[in-house]
Each structure stands twice: as structure tokens, then as C-alpha cells.
């Protein structure tokens, strides 16, 4: 564990050492708050509450995430430096899980700067704080599980563009599962997936923190969805890693 | 039994063998070096050098045979096997963003050290290897010659029982090559050293022992001096062996 701690570390600092941090952040609160503003009409609403600012995150982050993950592995692989980090003495595992703890809390970073929305909404009115906090929790679980997903399909390619496209795609599979659109269609056709996909839908999970709900059966979701593709992006590292 | 393992050879290789699509990169290659000896692994580009000592570091999972660093299997304990492992991959890989000592300072406490020991063994690192002068510098901002020897550096930081080098000298001038080959010369005694090169002066300047490789097999295992009874120089001798490989 403080192997995975110790390369967290130097990953997060990385990132700051590199314009890296600084353009994902600017691009992240100006989208975000310009989506919360127009699209979301945040002020013609009339409600003190961060519904519109919480509703576009999963879409955010859907591009986002995979523009943080697509040089994970690939990066390392480039520089050859996988070869040095694998040969250090560390257990696999703590060099993936050192990454995604770092990635991970990078993102916890870039969505803690949204803070003057919060500010906003409780100078203009008084909205439910404890909602808001729920809301937050669940936007770091999606951006845990896109970041999961992402750095597993980083290991698999050395290719940045390949590795962003695949994550995009992957990521916006398990955000659409759930939608009307995809569900309703598999009702009428294949009852049975409905089901199916209705239970890997990250929206469906992420909707219950947006109201407030805490539910330990989401909390779970989210951590076996990100423990199987830590696990996944393990496997995919010990069998690829010298391509 | 602590005895036994003292007295055996601390790189144990027996019958590597790496296949790639279509293609056998190391062929059955056995050997072992032991305290005190400097192994110069030499051979034509491509002819399976950095292939077999990925393998060694424990990189690269070998298709057949075994490798052992002090006892340790590099695929069944691979995380003893790299304690004892100082190992700098072809090209000298680090962390462009880091600074010299950030980036010895973070192999050093992936390896356990923290505090005053931690800061002692990242200066005696940048002492062995004269990196005083750039330590607070970005690596990516060095020559080709720093960045070589601060990956030199990483592997010497914990002082380890068994050395790996693949191509310590390249990209050095003459003045630094030296330093680097009298660091090796002095370090012989208590470890095992196996660096690669096809710069054939090296041999014979720092090795015990040289172990000639060709499309993947050993063609000659002998002593420097040896080999060169064979030949009018080292060159002619290499270049026998492996042309007449290729040959076949």
C-alpha cells in the first residue's frame, strides 16, 4: 500500500508539473459552469440546488476522463519508463492502483474548484446542503468508475488516440445503458437485457446521490465496477506490458 | 543452508527462452555470474541482449527456463528477486518532469527508505555518479549524458547484490566513460555484474568474462583475454563469430 501510495504521489505531481493539470481544470469549470448557466438555465429555474450543475457531469466527464487516462500506460510505455517502474520492487497491483488513486485524486481536486457554484446557490437562497455533498460524492464515484474503465483500456493500447476513442466509447456504453432510449427499445424487443442494462447504467447509479440518496447498494456498485477494472487493467499490464 | 546461498551465484539463468510471433528472440541461453565477476554481454543489435535482461528484471515473463536473482525467481518472487536487482533499461529511462533528485528520491521510497536514510542514500547516489551539480534540475532539461548516468544512479541508490546494465555508457564521452568504467571497477568485488555493450574497448577494459550472443544463443562464454588469443583483436573475433552465424 505505500508503494501505491509513493507512485500516487509522484503521478499527482505529474500532473502538476505538466501543462496537464492546468487545461483539463480551466476547460472542466469553464464547461461545467457555462453548461450549468445556459443549458441548465441555473438562475430562470428559480430553485436553490445544484440539479443542473450535478446533471452534466456524467456527460463531462464521459470526454474528459479518457483525455486523463489515454496516456496512463501509453505515456509510460513511451517513454519506456513502464520498464523502470516495473522493475522496481512493488507489486503490480500497487503500481495500477497507484495511478488510479492519483488520477482519481486529481479529479477530486478539479471538481472541489467548482466550489463557487456552491457558494452561489447558498448566497442566493438555502438549498440542502446535505444533498449537495451527496451529489458531489456520487460525481467522484462516476469519474472513479470512467477513470477505472479508461486506465484498464490505456494498458491494452499503445496508441493515445485509439486509447481515448475506445474509453470514450466504453464509458458512454455504461452512461447510455440507461436511458429511455436504450432501455425502451430493449423492452419491447429483449425484455431481458432492459434489465440488464438498466443495472450497469452509471446515470441510474448516479442518479440516486443527486437526490440525496446515499444507498449502500450504489456505494457497492461503484466499488466492484471499479475493483473488477483495476483488476482488468492488472491483467491486461502483466500480459502486455513489453509490447 | 545460509551458507548454500551465500556461495551460489547470484544471477542463476537456465535455458531463457523468449518466442515472439513467429520469431525466437533468446534461444535456450543458460549461465550464471557470481560475486566478483563483471559480465560482458555482447552481440550484433537484435541479437536478443535487452530481450534477456528484461527477462532477468523480471520485465518480461520468459516463455521457457528460469531466471533467479539471489535465490529469488524473478516470475515466482518477483518483488524479492528486484530488491536485490539494480537494474538501468536500454535508453536510460526516467520521468522527464522530475528533477534529479525528486525522481532518485521516489525509486528510493518505492524501495522502503524514508528520512535521513532516504536523503543519504540519494546524495551518495548523485556522489557515485557526479549529479551534485543538476540535482534540483528537470531531468527532460539534461544532456544525453546526464540522463544516462542519472539512470545509473537509480539502480545504484540501494546498493544492490546484483547489477544489470543494459548499455551503461552509451551516449558518455570519453571522460565520462572512463568514470563509469572505474564506478563498475570498483564496485566488482562485492557484486555481480552483467552490462551489455557492442562496444568491444569495454570489454576489455572492465569485464571478467564476456558472453557472445548471436540470434538469441550463446556462441562464446570465456574471458576477455581469451577471446582475444583467438583473434588479431576482440573486433575481428566478434565479428567472426556473429557474421559466421548469420551465415548459417
Not at chain 1, 470512467?146 to 456504453?173: D, P
Not at chain 2, 528533477?99 to 540519494?122: M, N, P, Q, W
Request: net charge neutral.
Amino acid at each position: 500500500m505505500r508503494a501505491a501510495l509513493t507512485v500516487a504521489r509522484r503521478e499527482l505531481a505529474g500532473y502538476f508539473a505538466t501543462p496537464v493539470a492546468t487545461v483539463f481544470i480551466v476547460i472542466f469549470l469553464v464547461l461545467a459552469g457555462a453548461l450549468t448557466f445556459t443549458l441548465g438555465n441555473f438562475f430562470g429555474r428559480g430553485q436553490a440546488d445544484l440539479v443542473p450543475f450535478f446533471s452534466f457531469i456524467p456527460w463531462l466527464f464521459l470526454f474528459l476522463v479518457p483525455a486523463l487516462t489515454m496516456r496512463l500506460w501509453a505515456e509510460e510505455r513511451r517513454l519506456g519508463t513502464i520498464e523502470l517502474l516495473l522493475t522496481l520492487p512493488l507489486p503490480q497491483w500497487a503500481a495500477v492502483l497507484g495511478k488510479f488513486l492519483a488520477a482519481w485524486a486529481f479529479c477530486g481536486i478539479a471538481l472541489a474548484l467548482t466550489f463557487p457554484l456552491w457558494i452561489t446557490v447558498n448566497i442566493l437562497g438555502s438549498p440542502d446542503n446535505g444533498v449537495i455533498l451527496s451529489g458531489y460524492v456520487g460525481c467522484l464515484l462516476v469519474a472513479g468508475a470512467y477513470l477505472a474503465l479508461g486506465a484498464a483500456v490505456s494498458a491494452l493500447t499503445r496508441n493515445q488516440v485509439i486509447a481515448f476513442v475506445l474509453a470514450v466509447a466504453l464509458c458512454f456504453l455504461f452512461a447510455a445503458a440507461g436511458s429511455p432510449v436504450v432501455t425502451e427499445f430493449l423492452d419491447t424487443r429483449l425484455p431481458v437485457l432492459a434489465e440488464i442494462a438498466r443495472n450497469l447504467s452509471v446515470a441510474d447509479r448516479f442518479g440516486g446521490f443527486t437526490r440525496g440518496v446515499i444507498a449502500a447498494r450504489d456505494l457497492i456498485w461503484f466499488a466492484s465496477f471499479i475493483g473488477f477494472f483495476l483488476f482488468v487493467n492488472a491483467v491486461v499490464l502483466d500480459h502486455r506490458k513489453a509490447d | 543452508m545460509m551458507g548454500g546461498l551465500a556461495l551460489a551465484a547470484l544471477i542463476e539463468i537456465e535455458r531463457l527462452t523468449k518466442r515472439f510471433a513467429g520469431f525466437t528472440a533468446v534461444d535456450d541461453v543458460s549461465f550464471s555470474v557470481e560475486r566478483g565477476e563483471v559480465l560482458g554481454f555482447l552481440g550484433p543489435n537484435g541479437a536478443g541482449k535487452s530481450t534477456t535482461m528484461r527477462m532477468l528484471a523480471g520485465f518480461m515473463p520468459p516463455s521457457a527456463g528460469t531466471a533467479r536473482i539471489c535465490g529469488a525467481d524473478v516470475v515466482e518472487q518477483p518483488v524479492e528477486a528486484k530488491r536485490n536487482l539494480g537494474f538501468l533499461p536500454e535508453g536510460a529511462p526516467t520521468y522527464p518532469e522530475m528533477t534529479v533528485a525528486g525522481f532518485l528520491a521516489f525509486t528510493g521510497r518505492i524501495r522502503g527508505y524514508r528520512g535521513s536514510e532516504l536523503a543519504d542514500r540519494t546524495a551518495h547516489a548523485m556522489a557515485l555518479t557526479q549529479l551534485e551539480g543538476v540535482r534540483l534540475q528537470p531531468i527532460e532539461t539534461l544532456s544525453k549524458g546526464f540522463k544516462r548516468r542519472v539512470g545509473l544512479a537509480q539502480a545504484l541508490l540501494h546498493d544492490p547484490p546484483v547489477l544489470v546494465l543494459d548499455e551503461p555508457t552509451d551516449g558518455l564521452d570519453p571522460n565520462q566513460k572512463h568514470e563509469v568504467r572505474e564506478l563498475i571497477r570498483r564496485m566488482a568485488p562485492e557484486k555481480a555484474i552483467v552490462i551489455s555493450t557492442h562496444i568491444l574497448e569495454e570489454v576489455g577494459a572492465v569485464c571478467t568474462r564476456a558472453i557472445i550472443i548471436a540470434r538469441g544463443r550463446v556462441v562464446v562464454d570465456a574471458p576477455p583475454s581469451v577471446l582475444e588469443e583467438r583473434g588479431s583483436s576482440l573486433d575481428d573475433v566478434f565479428r567472426r563469430l556473429t557474421l559466421g552465424q548469420e551465415a548459417a
